[in-house]
């Protein structure tokens, strides 16, 4: 049987996977290592008892005592806290989807790089602010990583038996976001409502309001960078708003491979499920005749500025990822807590990513996952710092 663990089961990924399993034969076809949450305890121990789970993790140990009552009569282990989360993704497994939110997701992911086979990776935070050493650790291990971004997993299914050598262009889609049309004074007032409100997408809270400010389709423009070894300048982004083609790859010789499909994560989690062959999948068949039209535009800079900071980034290197994740992070902490604007977001993290200390330690590529850490702090305490001037 096919051992598999999930990081974040209980999240928008989380959900999407257990729901592939389940009609994959669930408890019968696969052997599940491990489940892991966070607050929501109802919906892990549901998840555990039906996949007859050997361990259940919440991320918080205030946790821990419903997750055992709510585990009472059953065999499966319950255990709580970061070093639990880390335990638990040491445990060997076959198939291990990475899908905690943030940077909490990243030190079980590089776990899982030298524990499991096939590493099917939707924490993109893991890829921007420690690229080089989960892609190390996975080749030390020969384990697999597989991309779970809509985007990443079309791309890397447009250039499967191409010559890499050969490609000219990454060219991402976005969707442009609900404020795709808003003017910049609107967008000043937005709210968080507003903003988690996204068209196409059925996703967490999180990058969903990372999706209105298109500081996912920033970490996606790294994630692309860092996981197809492709210079920022090489590196586009695309308003598609029907979210029908998923990303493009364009070749030397001019062509572009799109992939297209309907706009349900199961398609791209199930490639990866089912790697390497294709599996019928429970997704809506595309019938482009009744689309009728399928529309693209350039993004606009003023409006949408955390693109232009992700070339940024890449430009800088080093750890300069785990800086704008991390301010980026604590930016949306605070616009939820209405403390800053919906454009202030992208101020902030700006002038995070200029403050001279943050700089310094950026200078190198974290080797350790306490570089990423010392990163990651300096860039929240700065964040912490910043009032809007103007
Ligand atoms: P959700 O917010 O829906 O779920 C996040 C998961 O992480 C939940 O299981 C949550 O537990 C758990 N969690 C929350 N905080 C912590 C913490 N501090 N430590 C450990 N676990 C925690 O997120 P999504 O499923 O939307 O996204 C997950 C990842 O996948 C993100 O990196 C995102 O960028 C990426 N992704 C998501 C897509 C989507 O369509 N949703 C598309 C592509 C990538 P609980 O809910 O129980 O509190």
């Not at 524990?115 to 892609?135: F, P, Y």
């Not at 499967?160 to 910049?184: C, H, M, N, V, Y």
């Not at 999948?281 to 900071?309: C, E, H, T, Y």
């Not at 330690?361 to 990423?372: A, F, G, K, Y």
């Amino acid at each position: 049987m096919r051992r598999i663990s999930i990081f974040g089961a209980t999240g928008s990924i989380g959900v999407n996977t257990v729901d592939l399993i389940n009609r994959a034969g669930g408890a019968s076809q696969f052997s599940v290592v491990a489940l892991t949450g966070g607050a929501n305890i109802a919906l892990l121990a549901e998840q555990a008892r039906n996949l007859g789970a050997k361990l259940a993790v919440t991320a918080f140990p205030e946790h821990l005592e419903e997750l055992k009552r709510a585990l009472e009569g059953t065999e499966i282990e319950a255990a709580a806290g970061p070093d639990a989360l880390a335990e638990a993704a040491t445990r060997p497994t076959d198939w291990a989807m990475s899908a905690i939110v943030g940077v909490a997701g990243l030190r079980p992911t590089l776990e899982l790089a030298a524990s499991t086979r096939v590493l099917a990776l939707a924490n993109k935070e893991s890829l921007v602010c420690a690229g080089a050493m989960l892609q190390a650790r996975c080749a030390a291990h020969k384990t697999l990583l597989l991309p779970v971004d809509s985007e990443h997993s079309a791309l890397f299914q447009a250039m499967r038996g191409e010559d890499a050598a050969k490609i000219s262009r990454l060219i991402l889609t976005a969707s442009g976001g609900p404020f795709r049309e808003w003017t910049l004074e609107q967008m000043e007032k937005a709210t968080p409502d507003q903003a988690v409100a996204h068209p196409n997408w059925s996703m967490g809270q999180r990058i969903s309001i990372d999706s209105a400010s298109m500081f996912n389709k920033a970490l996606e423009v790294i994630e692309a960078s860092v996981l197809f070894s492709m210079p920022q300048e090489s590196i586009d982004v695309v308003i598609h708003p029907q979210s029908i083609v998923h990303s493009l790859v364009e070749f030397c010789d001019g062509a572009q491979i799109a992939h297209m499909g309907a706009p349900d994560m199961r398609g791209a989690i199930g490639f990866a499920l089912d790697w390497p062959h294709r599996q019928p999948l429970p997704v809506k068949r595309l019938d482009l005749a009744s689309i009728g039209r399928l529309d693209f535009a350039a993004p606009d800079p003023l409006r949408f500025p955390a693109l232009r900071l992700a070339h940024e980034v890449l430009e800088l290197g080093g750890g300069t990822g785990a800086a704008f994740n991390a301010a980026k992070e604590a930016a949306l902490d605070r616009f939820l807590a209405r403390e800053i604007g919906f454009l202030d977001m992208a101020r902030l993290v700006e002038s995070v990513l200029e403050n001279a200390y943050v700089q310094s330690l950026c200078r190198q590529t974290p080797r350790e996952l306490r570089d990423v850490e010392q990163i990651d702090d300096a860039a929240r305490a700065a964040a912490a710092r910043w009032k809007n001037t103007l």
